[in-house]
C-alpha cells in the first residue's frame, strides 16, 4: 500500500520567515496531495490540496509544489505569522479508489514572535 | 465544523470493555470514515464506507468494527479493549455519489479514548 513520509517532524522559524515541509509517497498512482493543519487540541482542517496534473499551487501565503517524477510535494508557507504554529499533515490518495488518504507522521510547526 | 459531530468527546474504559463511538453528519456526504491519530503516526485509517451498504477495512482494522446505520451516522466499535487502543479517534466525511466527488475530507472533533 502506500507509504507517505514526512519532515522534518518538528520546525521552529521565525515571525516573517518562511516555513518549508516536505513529502514523499511510494505508490506512483496516486494523484491527489492535500495538506491539513491541526491546531492544538482541534480537528485537522484542509488547507491546500494539489492534484497530479498540476505542478504548483498558491493560496495567499501558502503554496504545494508536486514533482510526480520524485514522487515528492511539499507545503511552502511564507510570512509566518504565530497563528501558523500548529501541527502539519500531508496525505496521499488514488481518487478513482475512493481517496482513501494516507498520512504523514505530521509536522510540529512554532512560530517564534 | 459543526456539520460533523462525535460523541462522546472523551472516555476513560477498562481493559476488555466493549465500547461504541458515534459520529454524525448533517453534510448530505455519502462518504464517512474513521482514523485513529497517535504522536508521530499521524492519522491512520481503520474503516470507511461508501453508502450504507458499503463497509470496507483500512489499514488498521484488526480490532475494530463499524456499522453504517444510515447515511448520517457511522460508528466504530472496539468489542475488547485493550490498552494500545488508547488515542484520539477521528471520524471524517466527504461527498460522493453518481453525480458529485469531491475530494476534501471534513473531520469531525474527535474522541480521546483511554484504555487502562
Known amino acids: 500500500g502506500e507509504n507517505v513520509e514526512q519532515h522534518p517532524s518538528t520546525l521552529s522559524v521565525q515571525e516573517g520567515d518562511s516555513a518549508v515541509i516536505k513529502c514523499t509517497y511510494s505508490?506512483?498512482?496516486?494523484?491527489?496531495f492535500p495538506w491539513y493543519k491541526q491546531e492544538l487540541g482541534k480537528r485537522p482542517q484542509l488547507i491546500i490540496d494539489?492534484?497530479?496534473?498540476?505542478g504548483e499551487k498558491k493560496d495567499q501565503r501558502i503554496a504545494v509544489t508536486l514533482n510526480k517524477t520524485a514522487k515528492h510535494f511539499s507545503l511552502h508557507i511564507t510570512e509566518t505569522q504565530p497563528e501558523d504554529s500548529a501541527v502539519y499533515f500531508c496525505a496521499a490518495s488514488i481518487r478513482a479508489a475512493g481517496n482513501k488518504l494516507t498520512f504523514g507522521g505530521g509536522t510540529r510547526v512554532l512560530v517564534k514572535p | 465544523d459543526a456539520d460533523v459531530t462525535q460523541t462522546p468527546r472523551n472516555r476513560i474504559t477498562k481493559t476488555g470493555k466493549r465500547i461504541m463511538l458515534e459520529c454524525s453528519q448533517t453534510?448530505?456526504?455519502?462518504?464517512m470514515y474513521w482514523y485513529r491519530q497517535d504522536p508521530g503516526l499521524g492519522l491512520r485509517l481503520i474503516y470507511y464506507s461508501f453508502d450504507v451498504k458499503d463497509i470496507n477495512k483500512g489499514e488498521i482494522s484488526d480490532g475494530y468494527s463499524v456499522s453504517r446505520q444510515a447515511q448520517a451516522k457511522f460508528s466504530l466499535s472496539l468489542e475488547s479493549a485493550i490498552p494500545n487502543q488508547t488515542a484520539l479517534y477521528f471520524c471524517a466525511t466527504s461527498a460522493g455519489g453518481a453525480i458529485l466527488v469531491t475530494d476534501t475530507q471534513y473531520f469531525g472533533p474527535g474522541t480521546r479514548l483511554t484504555v487502562l
Open positions: 505508490d506512483s498512482a496516486s494523484n491527489y
Open positions: 453534510k448530505g456526504h455519502d462518504r
Open positions: 494539489i492534484r497530479s496534473n498540476v
